[in-house]
């Protein structure tokens, strides 16, 4: 039977850390935890933003958590330097399992959505660059509301963009997993590292996998 599966694209399609080799050629050893402070402030922002119902574009927010991340590591970065990583984050690479899970699941038949905070021409360019744009029947993106996962109205607005009460959230990030279940949408968690936690919510997942190959094998 054909479902409808919207895919959560930062973090779950899209490696969220792949600018790290170009920040260890300017900040060294610092790289890696730069780039999970950058990761964690950018979310932060998002639900602070949703929360206070002042919505900034997703990019915004980004660009904020790269400024925050300089003074929080002391790391100097050059204007052109922080243009060149916002620059970069519309060329982020896509993890290695998804292109074949996505053909396998295009090619079964199955409705396929990009469902991001990020804005609509952003998430475009990203899916256009890592050559998965043209598996998609289309971007849902939370700009077009002005708020931000794990809001409930973002939830709503999938399932009318979707037409379909019955799509399933796939996502990496737990806070949108518990957003959608809390929405009355079924849910695929991708625990793409082994120390990967789940909030101890009383709220679990429909499913959870480690990669997004074994969605294909239902």
């Known amino acids: 039977m054909s479902k409808t599966f919207a895919f959560d694209v930062y973090g779950t399609l899209i490696n969220t850390h792949g600018l790290i080799a170009l920040l260890e050629d300017w900040i060294g050893d610092k790289a890696s935890a730069f780039s999970q402070t950058w990761r964690d402030k950018q979310l932060e922002y998002s639900f602070r933003r949703g929360l206070m119902k002042t919505y900034q574009p997703f990019s915004v927010c980004t660009q904020h958590a790269l400024d925050y991340s300089c003074d929080y590591h002391n790391v100097e970065l ?86 379909a009460f019955n799509v399933w959230l796939v996502s990496s990030n737990p806070f949108d997993i518990l957003g959608a279940m809390s929405s009355g949408i079924q849910s695929v968690w991708v625990k793409r590292s082994e120390e990967a936690l789940f909030d101890p919510w009383g709220i679990e997942p429909t499913r959870t996998i480690s990669t997004l190959e074994q969605l294909t094998t239902d």
């Open 78 to 163: 050059s204007d052109e330097q922080k243009t060149r990583l916002l620059e970069g984050y519309l060329s982020l690479p896509a993890f290695g399992d998804v292109a074949e899970a996505l053909k396998r699941l295009k090619a079964a038949g199955h409705r396929l959505f990009a469902f991001s905070n990020g804005e609509t021409q952003a998430v475009n360019t990203l899916l256009d660059r890592a050559e998965l744009h043209a598996f998609f029947d289309g971007v849902i993106s939370c700009e077009d509301i002005e708020t931000f996962k794990p809001n409930p109205d973002v939830y709503q607005y999938l399932i009318d963009c979707t037409g």
